[in-house]
Nanobody, 124 residues
């Protein structure tokens, strides 16, 4: 069982930066691939980024490629999402997710564990 708690969301001006954190409970954090997803009002959940168990591999959605960076610290049981050059369309609730299967994290729809989400609002 893994519990995920996101933090770091807030209000930021367009062009600014934020860093989201997702803290995981349990001793097996390094066994899980991790991902970030987001959902804007009236829209379906969107894949943002994923990172392998070791942190050696990453994968990004097209809309954030080159602006966002996912990283993890297995010693701290935490995954991060560094968001730069934020745009109005990045406004959403951001969720982290965990699964032992990389394919599930990238797909997003079948991850075993999800956090409660953190709101990111980008203002002009």
């Amino acid at each position: 069982q893994v519990q995920l708690v996101e933090s770091g969301g807030g209000l930021v001006q367009a062009g600014g930066s934020l860093r989201l954190s997702c803290a995981a409970s349990g001793r097996t954090f390094s066994s899980y691939s991790m991902g970030w997803f987001r959902q804007a009002p009236g829209k379906e959940r969107e894949f943002v980024a994923a990172i392998t168990r070791s942190g050696g591999g990453t994968y990004y959605g097209d809309s954030v490629k080159g602006r966002f960076t996912i990283s993890r610290d297995n010693a701290k049981n935490t995954v991060y999402l560094h968001m730069n050059s934020l745009k109005l369309e990045d406004t959403a609730v951001y969720y982290c997710a965990a699964d032992v299967a990389w394919s599930k994290v990238v797909a997003g729809t079948e991850c075993d564990y999800w956090g409660q989400g953190t709101q990111v609002t980008v203002a002009s």
